[in-house]
């Protein structure tokens, strides 16, 4: 069943936003989870109000009890609601530029950042329970928080070597110079893995990220890094200041939520910030800092 929700501004009680949330399978829903825009407002409509839906296929409910969820589930739930907030909180002057209408490096930004909230223990003891009410016990959470940086390292070097081979595709690749296009991208992996690669390996050719659409992730592939920095390093003031901080949160609202395409994504971080972005604070979540 689809349900609607009202975002009211607690300040001044202006109803702000309706979103629709979809979260359960159907037979004839697509899979996964996403967000999508409705409706959005510019600045100068104060009587118009966003509207947006948020889509997933989590664990419904079976045999009269509460769906339970797993940890990946709330993580997509928390990333897509980051979405939601982009769009529905959008101030933008004209409706292209409203919420999630930014730059591609600077989109997932919103929705990344609030999955860190599934990793925090002030923030999970606030809402996950089990069918008992038991909070998760704390031997698992670190159980869970050491799991989420096994094999770091090879992932993050899996990805750099995706995001460097597509930018070297659409930028500086020469047929005549370089050959066969499958050969010449693994060689490019081969520098990013840990493992020799198998002569015939074409994984370049199933790269629907880069190729299955001309709106896609070509010569953008770079971006989910990108976003990953940004996110990580964003959380840290949170982290100084506090998780559930009302004026850091008013502060991330102000400055990257409501503000859309309106200003180069790299001011509105250094608004926030107060600073350029730092690859430190991504590195320690990893558990891969010198």
């Given at each position: 069943?689809v ?7 607690q300040?001044d009680d202006?109803w702000?936003?309706?979103i629709?949330v979809?979260?359960f399978p ?5 899979g ?8 959005s407002?510019?600045r100068d409509?104060p009587?118009s109000?966003?509207v947006?839906v948020?889509?997933a296929?989590?664990t419904p409910?079976?045999?009269g ?5 797993s940890h990946?589930d709330?993580?997509?739930?928390f990333h897509e609601f980051?979405?939601?907030?982009h ?7 004209l409706?292209s530029?409203?919420?999630t209408?930014?730059?591609w490096?600077?989109?997932?930004l919103?929705s990344?950042?609030f ?5 925090e223990?002030e923030a999970?003891?606030?809402?996950a ?8 016990p704390?031997?698992?959470f670190q ?6 940086t096994f ?8 990805q750099?070597?995706f995001a ?8 500086s ?8 296009a ?6 490019l ?10 002569e015939?390996h074409?994984?370049i ?7 299955s ?5 070509a010569?953008?592939?770079y971006s989910?890094?990108?976003?990953e ?5 964003a959380?840290?003031?949170f982290?100084?200041?506090g998780l559930l901080?009302?004026?850091?949160g ?11 395409d309106?200003?180069?994504p ?8 107060g600073?350029?972005p ?5 590195l320690e979540r990893l558990g891969?800092?010198?």
């Amino acid at each position: 069943s689809v349900t609607a929700y009202r975002i009211v501004d607690q300040e001044d009680d202006r109803w702000l936003a309706v979103i629709y949330v979809d979260p359960f399978p159907r037979e004839t829903k697509q899979g996964g989870a996403w967000m999508d825009g409705i409706v959005s407002r510019a600045r100068d409509e104060p009587d118009s109000r966003q509207v947006a839906v948020l889509v997933a296929s989590m664990t419904p409910p079976v045999g009269g009890k509460d769906a339970l969820l797993s940890h990946r589930d709330v993580e997509t739930l928390f990333h897509e609601f980051g979405h939601i907030l982009h769009h529905c909180l959008s101030r933008a002057a004209l409706r292209s530029q409203a919420g999630t209408n930014v730059a591609w490096d600077f989109v997932e930004l919103p929705s990344q950042i609030f999955e860190n909230w599934c990793w925090e223990r002030e923030a999970l003891d606030l809402f996950a329970r089990d069918h008992k009410g038991e909070a998760i016990p704390e031997d698992l959470f670190q159980a869970m928080k050491r799991a989420r940086t096994f094999r770091a390292a090879t992932a993050q070097m899996r990805q750099l070597g995706f995001a460097t081979t597509d930018l070297a595709l659409h930028t500086s690749f020469d047929p005549e110079r370089d050959g066969d296009a499958t050969a010449y991208a693994r060689n490019l992996l081969q520098q990013h893995s840990p493992d020799p690669l198998p002569e015939n390996h074409a994984m370049i050719t199933s790269f629907s990220h880069l190729f299955s659409s001309p709106v896609g992730y070509a010569a953008g592939y770079y971006s989910y890094k990108w976003a990953e920095v940004l996110d990580a390093d964003a959380f840290t003031r949170f982290k100084k200041e506090g998780l559930l901080d009302p004026k850091v949160g008013r502060a991330f609202r102000e400055t990257i939520l409501e503000r859309g395409d309106e200003e180069d994504p790299a001011v509105l971080f250094r608004t926030f910030m107060g600073r350029d972005p730092e690859l430190s604070a991504l590195l320690e979540r990893l558990g891969i800092a010198a």
